[in-house]
C-alpha cells in the first residue's frame, strides 16, 4: 500500500507508523463536503448570543421581544442571531397572527450544548 496516495504531505520515514490503522482511518472519514458543513455547523456555536438565545429555548419558545428583553439587547440584534440559528436548522419559529415563536428545532440542539458543557465541567 502507498501512504503517499492519502496525504499531499511528503512521507515520514518514522518507523512506528501503522499502515493499516492509517488505512482504516481514510476509510472511515466522511466526505470532504460532510466534514465542512460539520465545521459550519459547530461556527454557528461560537458566538455566546446565539447560546444564550438557544439557552433561552430550553424553557419554551419565545418570541424576538422576550428574548431580546431577557438579554438586554435589540429586536435587530436578536433577529439577526436568529437568522443564523435558522438557517443552520438550530431554530424552527411559527407564527401566531403577527406574531413569531422562535423554539429549538430538535431534541440535538440541546444534546449538543450539554455534551459540550459536561465536556467543559469535567
Do not use: W
Amino acid at each position: 500500500m502507498d501512504l503517499d496516495q492519502f496525504s499531499p504531505v511528503p512521507r515520514c520515514d518514522c518507523p512506528h507508523t501503522h499502515p493499516s490503522l492509517i488505512a482504516d482511518a481514510h476509510q472511515d472519514m466522511p466526505a470532504e463536503e460532510m466534514l465542512y458543513d460539520l465545521a459550519e455547523l459547530y461556527k454557528v456555536f461560537g458566538d455566546s448570543t446565539r447560546i444564550k438565545i438557544l439557552y433561552a429555548l430550553f424553557e419554551a419558545e419565545m418570541c424576538v421581544c422576550d428574548i431580546a428583553a431577557l438579554l438586554n439587547m435589540t429586536q435587530s440584534a436578536i433577529s439577526h442571531q436568529l437568522r443564523v440559528l435558522k438557517q443552520s436548522k438550530l431554530v424552527k419559529f411559527r407564527r401566531e397572527g403577527k406574531a413569531i415563536f422562535y423554539s429549538l428545532a430538535d431534541d440535538h440542539v440541546r444534546t449538543i450544548i450539554d455534551m459540550g458543557m459536561e465536556h467543559l465541567c469535567e
